[in-house]
């Protein structure tokens, strides 16, 4: 074998070889410049940013039109409406109960028991008609029994109602007034009442949803262009001022108060095919805006105006300022961040105090809402609706408070009649002392309809405490503010 005559043609330099193996870690490291800036260093990551608008598939890329999954998408969107129909569907038949509770009208001779029909003992007259003969006996003699006078009829020949716990005038339709004293109270007696059901507790349940959907979702827009239309500058570190949460709660609810008539007329409505108004939210829609004046009607009327704007502004106003002004006024210097605990106890104080002034002025505006205008027919309601209607804001709080009683459920007393209230003609005369002593110790309300603006305080009240609770174990995480409908 013969030797190359040299190695010079056989050297490859080191530096451009193939390495296909990691290099030694005994090598000096590598040094890596620093930026010459004084300031703070960030790492901004390349993966896009959580979307939270569709919590419930992660899995969906919206930075990009090419990599949005329109099964995904879909599948999103219908377990979001699910979740909102259910838990709108969970909250309904408390809802349910108390508007008909707040639109119930209960006038303050309800517990009257009514006339007994004028009859006479004739016993005595009887026994001894086996020994007279009573074919010569003179029809106009006083110990023949006089018959009651006959009850007053309209022009159609119906009878009139002298009461409204009258049973025999009573539509069958109409769920006995007075009989429940609580929201529970009316969902059992509802649940219970042949013309209406169990199943009746979900009436307007579609509507409420709908309203829901569209409320949460339209009100963040409004404030976000109000707040980027009149504070172009604030810092995301600022609070913004109130009127802004204020005035896109209010244009929300008055643009979504169609909405919230047609609820409040489907849930008012009986059960009963025969004696409904309205088939659906669409045949509503149609009657109102066809028999109430059309859009301008359904939104402008003073009926409807006026109420929708007050209980809009109250609501955020009592919700947005009432925690803060409450622990200033008692000296704590405390915030949602630092004091979770006592924040949300400043904020259930502020709830319970608030409902006492927007649930007044709620109960009015059902009021308004349950009563027709226009051409349009009087409806059937479940419940007894005042027959003359209120004229305005004032003058439903005020034949509120002096027209009607507030002792509810009304216990009715019955008197006797015929052969055995003539024998016992003391016993009765002690009994109706007893009834004029009894009314004088059942104290004021019965001569007060103030109960009737705040049916459904103990429920509210009891929601209220619940979230706090909920939010207390959770944590003090940040939740829903409360229970928006209840």
């Known amino acids: 074998m013969s030797t190359p005559a040299s190695l010079r043609d056989l050297y490859i330099d080191p530096s451009t070889a193939w390495a296909f193996v990691p290099p030694s870690t005994t090598s000096p490291p590598v040094k890596i410049t620093q930026p010459t800036s004084s300031g703070p260093t960030y790492q901004w990551s390349t993966r896009p940013s959580h979307n939270s608008i569709f919590d419930l598939s992660p899995s969906l890329d919206l930075t990009e039109p090419s990599n949005i999954n329109a099964t995904n998408l879909l599948k999103t969107l219908v377990a979001s409406a699910v979740?909102?129909?259910?838990?709108t569907a969970i909250a309904m038949p408390w809802e349910v109960g108390k508007l008909l509770l707040q639109v119930q009208w209960v006038p303050r001779d309800a517990g009257e028991p009514e006339e007994p029909e004028i009859t006479e003992d004739n016993d005595d007259a009887l026994s001894d008609s086996s020994n007279d003969d009573s074919y010569f006996a003179d029809p106009h003699s006083t110990s023949t029994a006089r018959l009651a006078a006959p009850?007053?009829?309209?022009?159609?020949?119906?009878?009139?109602?002298?009461?409204?716990?009258?049973?025999?005038?009573?539509?069958?339709?109409i769920i006995p007034v007075g009989s429940a004293d609580g929201v529970w109270g009316m969902m059992k007696r509802i649940g219970r009442f042949r013309g209406e059901g169990w199943l009746a507790l979900w009436k307007g349940l579609l509507t409420s949803c709908l309203t829901e959907i569209v409320s949460s979702t339209l009100q963040p827009l409004i404030h976000n262009f109000l707040q980027s239309l009149f504070l172009p500058t604030l810092s995301p570190f600022h609070q913004p001022p109130i009127l802004l949460p204020v005035a896109?709660?209010?244009?929300?609810?008055?643009?979504?108060?169609?909405?919230?008539?047609?609820?409040?007329?489907?849930i008012i409505q009986s059960f009963t095919p025969r004696y409904r108004t309205y088939s659906g939210p669409l045949d509503a829609l149609s009657q109102i805006l066809r028999d109430e004046g059309g859009l301008k009607g359904i939104y402008l009327h003073p009926h409807l105006l006026l109420p929708t704007l007050i209980d809009n502004t109250l609501r955020p106003v009592v919700s947005l300022a009432l925690p803060g002004a409450l622990a200033a006024y008692l000296g704590a210097q405390i915030s949602e961040e630092v004091n979770p605990i006592a924040w949300g106890l400043a904020e259930l104080g502020g709830s319970c105090i608030g409902l006492l002034v927007t649930l007044p002025f709620e109960t009015i505006r059902r009021r308004l809402q349950a009563q027709v205008r226009g051409t349009a027919k009087p409806m059937k309601g479940c419940v007894e609706l005042r027959p003359a209607p209120y004229n305005g804001i004032v003058d439903t709080f005020w034949h509120?408070?002096?027209?009607?009683r507030s002792d509810l459920p009304i216990i009715r007393q019955r008197k006797r009649r015929g052969s055995q209230a003539n024998a016992k003609g003391k016993e009765r005369a002690n009994m109706e002392q007893e009834e004029q002593d009894g009314e004088e110790n059942e104290g004021w309300l019965k001569n007060t309809g103030i109960g009737q603006l705040y049916r459904g305080l103990?429920?509210?009240?009891?929601?209220?405490?619940?979230?706090?609770?909920?939010?207390?174990?959770?944590?003090?995480?940040?939740?829903d503010g409360g229970w928006a409908e209840i």
């Open 248 to 266: 896109s709660h209010l244009i929300t609810g008055f643009l979504l108060s169609p909405l919230d008539l047609i609820r409040t007329r489907l």
């Open 458 to 479: 103990g429920m509210r009240l009891g929601a209220s405490a619940i979230v706090f609770l909920l939010v207390l174990l959770s944590g003090g995480e940040e939740g």
């Open 400 to 404: 509120i408070l002096t027209e009607e």
């Open 151 to 173: 009850r007053p009829t309209d022009d159609q020949g119906y009878v009139i109602r002298r009461s409204v716990l009258e049973v025999s005038t009573r539509p069958e339709y």
């Open 83 to 87: 979740l909102q129909y259910s838990s």
